[in-house]
Structures are given as structure tokens and as C-alpha cells.
């Protein structure tokens, strides 16, 4: 376990996340368009198909250097059981469990695309439709699961839904690309689908990096290590209408304490605050953390125990 989270492999989780999706997507929008038998003489169909494959592997790829970036990052660990069952995770547990189940059924198709040859077409084709599970829950992972999903970010998300809503549409009304209905519907979900998602048309006040309150604590606390030198941490997150995961390490020997770490990451923004612990008791702590840009943070959090005897519960306050 490490001391902190290092900031790169979090953006890399983010990034290769993204970056998965949006193959993803061209991946469906070019399985579509074959399904349709989009070709030219400058785009042969063999190529499209071999367009449509790579974009498999490198969907895949991506997804890998995702998954091991989240095993990695030490911010908010995940258990190999949280990593590999869906819907078990303490983050948000739909949301997460959606992307796990897309991410898994996409390794089922890659094996079945493997031995297309063996399986019946008629077999393979209704099995290949599961791709639009994968893309769907995928959508919903990275729109409900990502700290970024009510920024612009969104925007490259309703895009991609209209995008494939779009052809979707034009496949179903005989691939005419001249149809007025199928131009407008188009045009409107390209439009729509993105400020939907943002929430504009229903907007409402909401906290956003506050710089004052005081929310409900619930998280974990862990230990690691032996008698002469052991990593205690708690991690958890405040759950009051200004959400925020909370992270405090504590490296310790049995007459001093030798370093000490303080994460908190608000959310849905993802702007971090990062500092030290300053005061330690049997079931709290104090410290004080910088933003990005400059501005100071006080904390204090304290808890009991939870009803299940493993958690920890109590009240995290923060003031600039």
C-alpha cells in the first residue's frame, strides 16, 4: 500500500478510460455502418472490417490499462473481489459494477469473435448484439461513475450517444442517408443528448468545492505493517450534499509518528486538496491541505464504530 496516490496514475485511469470509450464508439458506429454495407471503392469493405477489428483490440487494450490504473491507485482501493464482481465495489457500486460487467462481457465477445469460424453465423450474429450492452453500459459507467460527469466532459459523452443513436436511426429507416426525418432526428439528438446530460434545461443549485461545511464521515480504517513500523489509514468519503472522498495516512513506529498524508478529493469536480495530518486521536484526526490553486484547507474528522463492527462513522468539517 503506499502513502499516497500518485497523481499520474489516476489521470492515466481517467484518460485510458475515456480513451476506451470514444473506440469504443467509433467501433459500434463502424460496426453499424457495415452492417448497412457502407462501401466505396476508396473504402473497400474488407478494410472497414479490418478498421472494425483493431478498434476491438485497441478497446480492449485501453480497458486493461484502466483496470490495472484503478488496481494501482492507492486513493481508493479496490479489492481484487471489487475489481472482478460486479456491483461489490463501496464506490459507488452501480455505477462501477456497470463498467466491470461491460468490461467483462467485451473479453466473452473477444473470445467469441476468436472462434467465429467454429460457431454458427446465424449463432455468432445474435451473440455479436451484446456489443450494444457493452456500449450501453458503458455509457452509463462513465456518465454516472466518472468525477468529471456534470463538466464539459459530458459533452464528448452526448455526442457519442447521438452518434450512435443517429445511425442506429438510419439503419433502421433503409440506411437513406437523404431522409429529412432521419437528418433532423439526427441533428436534434447531436444537439440534445449532450445538454441533456449536462442538466441545463433543469439546473439546480448545488454545492461545488465548498470552502466551509460539515458532512457525514463513513469509510474504513486499515492497518498494515508490524510492530515496529505499520501504515495506518482511513478512507471513506463525506456524503452530505457535498460529496468528497477522504483519505488519511499515517506511517508510525511505536514511539513516534514518522510521516503523514491527507488526501481529499471533492467531487463531482475532482480538484484534489493534498496536505498532512497535524493532530491524531484513538478516533479522529486534524490536518491541513493545499488545492491546485493555492487555497488552504483545515480539517477535522471523527467517528465511531458502524453497525456492521467494520466500518467507521462520524463527521468530517472543513474551513479555509
Known amino acids: 500500500m503506499h502513502l499516497t496516490a500518485a497523481p499520474a496514475i489516476w489521470y492515466a485511469a481517467r484518460a485510458s478510460g475515456v480513451a476506451a470509450y470514444v473506440v469504443l464508439t467509433i467501433v459500434v458506429c463502424v460496426g453499424m455502418a457495415l452492417g448497412g454495407k457502407a462501401q466505396t471503392r476508396r473504402w473497400p469493405r474488407f478494410a472497414a472490417e479490418d478498421v472494425h477489428r483493431f478498434g476491438g483490440l485497441l478497446v480492449g487494450s485501453l480497458i486493461g490499462v484502466h483496470v490495472l490504473a484503478i488496481a494501482a491507485d492507492s486513493f481508493m482501493p479496490f479489492t481484487l473481489s471489487q475489481i472482478l464482481v460486479p456491483f461489490t465495489s463501496r464506490y459507488r457500486p452501480f455505477s462501477v459494477g456497470l463498467g466491470i460487467a461491460a468490461a467483462e462481457l467485451l473479453v466473452a465477445l473477444a473470445i467469441t ?61 433503409g440506411s437513406r442517408f437523404a431522409s429529412p426525418r432521419v437528418a433532423m432526428v439526427g441533428a436534434v439528438a447531436l444537439v440534445g443528448v449532450p445538454l441533456l446530460l449536462m442538466g441545463l434545461p433543469h439546473r439546480t443549485a448545488r454545492p461545488w468545492n465548498s470552502a466551509k461545511f460539515s458532512e457525514r464521515l463513513t469509510g474504513t480504517v486499515q492497518r498494515n505493517g508490524n510492530q515496529l513500523k505499520q501504515i495506518v489509514s482511513f478512507v471513506g468519503s463525506g456524503n452530505g450534499p457535498q460529496k468528497l472522498l477522504v483519505r488519511a495516512d499515517l506511517l508510525v513506529s511505536p514511539q513516534s509518528l514518522d510521516a503523514t498524508s491527507l488526501q481529499l478529493e471533492y467531487l463531482p469536480s475532482g480538484d484534489v486538496c493534498r496536505g498532512r495530518v497535524t493532530r491524531v486521536g484513538m478516533t479522529g484526526f486534524a490536518g491541513r491541505c493545499v488545492l491546485v490553486s493555492g487555497k488552504r484547507r483545515w480539517v477535522s474528522a471523527n467517528w465511531g464504530p458502524g453497525d456492521d463492527g467494520q466500518s467507521a462513522v462520524g463527521t468530517i468539517s472543513l474551513h479555509a
Open 113 to 173: 469473435n476468436r472462434y467465429r469460424k467454429q460457431i454458427p453465423y446465424g449463432v455468432w450474429r445474435k451473440m455479436h448484439y451484446a456489443n450494444f450492452a457493452v456500449w450501453g453500459a458503458a455509457s452509463a459507467h462513465g456518465v454516472l461513475a466518472g468525477t468529471d460527469r456534470t463538466t464539459p466532459w459530458l459533452v464528448l459523452y452526448g455526442v457519442a450517444i447521438a452518434s450512435v443513436v443517429s445511425i442506429a436511426l438510419w439503419r433502421a429507416t
